[in-house]
């Protein structure tokens, strides 16, 4: 059989054009097919192109910390302890040495300005004035001492100043200050543990009215707690805490208290006895911490 080419070319190419266009027409323009999961890629990825230029995941929100914003509305509550210093008044006529305070204070910020409530004491030990008092004396002795205690409650405004994590604190109080009943006394000791007394002091339970001022510098740990340093000056309003001294009297006049003060015809010692109006004051220096519910927002 003779081979027609034009024939063969014809089938193949027919054949190719029912492969590519079944119906024999014009090639069809290629189809895209519709990928519904690449269509949601699409959407998706332009999603978070919108959320995120860069395409990683969305970025979780940060908060920011300024510390400098305006405050707003806040409750703080603190405790404070440290060293107590009498004023030299109070030391040398109730024998109160350096002693120790605690406090706890609570305030409600109404922005900058707040409202504080304060209640605390004040412990002053008489041991070694009564000591510096009996040096010298060169018969045995025995002091018995006690600890002055004070405690006070106070009520005043406040004013707070911000600086990133820094705060500063200006305080004024006024209020009720109760000093406890006390008695000290140093003794001559005499055989079979007799002892005389050659000084007495003691003093009636007082309540006076008080004021302090002071400031705070807070550091913020966090938006809650607080550490902080302080330092204050309180004192009573009037000196009607009434100290009753009686001492041995200097029967030889050489302004000593010395075993010829205490040989008496009588057989009792003389004494004398004054009374002595203080006015309890200290300044007081500590460390504390602080914790308030609500803080500065943001800006």
Known sequence: ??????????????????????????????????????????????????????????????????????????????????????????ENQAYAGNGSYFELSGSYYFSKIGLGLSVGQISNPTENNLSNFTEGIEFAISNNSENIKSTYIGIGPEYRIKLNRFETIFQIKAGMYSVKPFAISSDKIEEQDKTIPFLMLNSEKTTLGFVSTGA??????????????????????????????????????????????????????????TKKNSTPSSINIGFGISYHFGYASPK
């Open 1 to 90: 059989q003779a081979t027609d080419w034009n024939s063969t070319r014809s089938n193949k190419t027919s054949k190719t054009t029912r492969a590519s266009n079944p119906n024999g027409n014009n090639p069809p323009q290629p189809i895209q097919a519709t990928d519904w999961n690449s269509t949601r890629s699409n959407k998706t990825s332009k999603t978070t192109r919108v959320s995120n230029p860069n395409g990683n995941n969305p970025p979780q929100p940060i908060q920011v910390n300024d510390w400098n914003s305006s405050p707003k509305r806040a409750i703080n509550i603190s405790f404070a302890y440290g060293l107590s210093i009498p004023s030299s008044g109070f």
């Open 216 to 273: 705070k510098i807070n550091y913020n740990i966090n938006h809650h707690l607080q550490f902080f340093a302080s330092a204050g000056y309180s004192t009573a309003l009037s000196d009607k805490l009434v100290v009753t001294e009686s001492k041995i009297e200097d029967l030889n006049e050489n302004g000593l208290i010395d075993l010829a003060d205490f040989k008496v015809r009588d057989g009792n010692v003389r004494y004398s006895t």
